[in-house]
């Protein structure tokens, strides 16, 4: 993702904004999820123009998103966090703007995903906001949506092989590969940069677990570190194969002092493992990424070393964007949002802002 944006930067005007304040914002703990548990834009890149009705694919019907409907297409089955409160976070800010919204799961399966986003254009939704399972797979969707001039803003995953404002409005994410540098210097500090290093790699297919991986990777390779990759094995973001691959590599690899997690999911079930073979709180050091409820109580109780957040709270700004489209401000191509991070000194105070 970082080289797709740097690409679009090289030609664009770097937006920071909303950094500073949202920085202030974000030191104060607070007691509920307010608004800084919100999502905060760090960067925007946009190539050479913003994106709007006139121009996207050809030009679409200049639309009032309080008239249509909208629809959401939803990745994962809501059994994670990350995905309860993504979609929670679209359907609570549809609701706060008056706009009809439908919604579909694809249950983790590429063909649904196709079939629910197609089935949404059949029932009149007028603009989507989709969440992509893999970053390539939907063209038979993205042409659906083309031909009925439907338009698509997406969020979280990215469309690697697609083109902003042609097959998709603009996306909205975090910095994947820089969760993954975070993460690496977590680990350093975590272990004191020595030991043997397991990655619970995320589903393949997938920029979010390329970037991590490389962004992981990249980062010790840049810090000289001491730390020796010794196994790396997918777990496909999940909690029950977060456990049975542990259970694998631990048994594998019993010199394992350090597990790179690339969810919180797979790192909550890497913890269940480590207490099923009698290891104790911090015996092995688990870095993760998303910012679960589960993973930052996980470091106030030992278990968990650090959590790059990764936030899921897409509402209110892939609205903003839908109506940017319209009102002719227009959708920058990329837009990067800030992420916070957990470790043992901010985990209670905290706690509130995870999901
Ligand atoms: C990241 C998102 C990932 C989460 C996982 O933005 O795509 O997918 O980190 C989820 O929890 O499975």
């Known amino acids: 993702m970082l080289k797709k944006t740097t690409a679009a930067l090289t030609t664009a005007l770097l937006v920071t904004t909303l950094g500073a304040c949202a920085k202030a914002a974000d030191d104060t703990a607070s007691t509920t999820a307010g608004a800084s548990a919100q999502q905060r834009v760090q960067a925007t890149a946009s190539g050479t123009a913003l994106c ?59 063909n649904k995903e196709i079939a629910d986003i197609q089935g949404m254009i059949a029932q009149g939704a007028k603009a989507l906001i989709i969440s992509p399972l893999n970053s390539e797979g939907l063209d038979p969707a993205l042409k659906a949506a083309q031909d009925a001039k439907v338009p698509i803003m997406t969020i979280d995953r990215l469309l690697t092989t697609k083109t902003a404002c042609t097959d998709y409005i603009g996306w909205i994410g975090s910095d994947f590969v820089k969760q993954g540098a975070r993460a690496a210097d977590a680990m350093i500090t975590a272990t004191g940069d020595k030991g043997e290093v397991a990655i619970l790699l995320g589903a393949s297919g997938v920029n979010v677990t390329v970037d991590r991986t490389k962004g992981f990777k990249d980062q010790l390779a840049a810090k000289n570190s001491g730390l020796k990759i010794v196994a790396e094995q997918t777990a496909d973001f999940t909690r029950e194969k977060g456990r049975s691959v542990t259970e694998q590599l631990i048994s594998a690899n019993p010199g394992i002092s350090a597990i790179y997690a690339e969810n919180d999911e797979m790192a909550l079930g890497a913890v269940a493992a480590l207490k099923a073979a009698g290891k104790k709180a911090g015996d092995i050091k688990i870095v993760t990424i998303d910012g679960t409820k589960g993973a930052v109580q996980g470091i106030i109780d ?12 897409f509402g209110p700004l892939a609205f903003q964007a839908l109506d940017d489209f319209y009102s002719g401000k227009g959708v920058p191509a990329t837009t990067i949002i800030s992420d916070k991070e957990y470790t043992s000194d901010n985990a209670q105070a905290e706690l509130a802002n995870a999901y």
């Open 52 to 110: 709007t009705s006139e121009t996207y694919n050809g030009g679409v019907p200049k639309l009032d998103l309080k008239t249509i409907t909208v629809g959401f297409a939803q990745s994962e089955k809501e059994a994670n966090p990350f995905r309860i409160t993504e979609t929670q976070s679209i359907k609570d800010e549809a609701a706060k703007r008056g706009i009809k919204l439908i919604t579909t799961n694809a249950q983790s399966d590429l």
């Open 302 to 313: 030992g278990w968990v070393a650090a959590v790059i957040e990764s936030n899921p709270r």
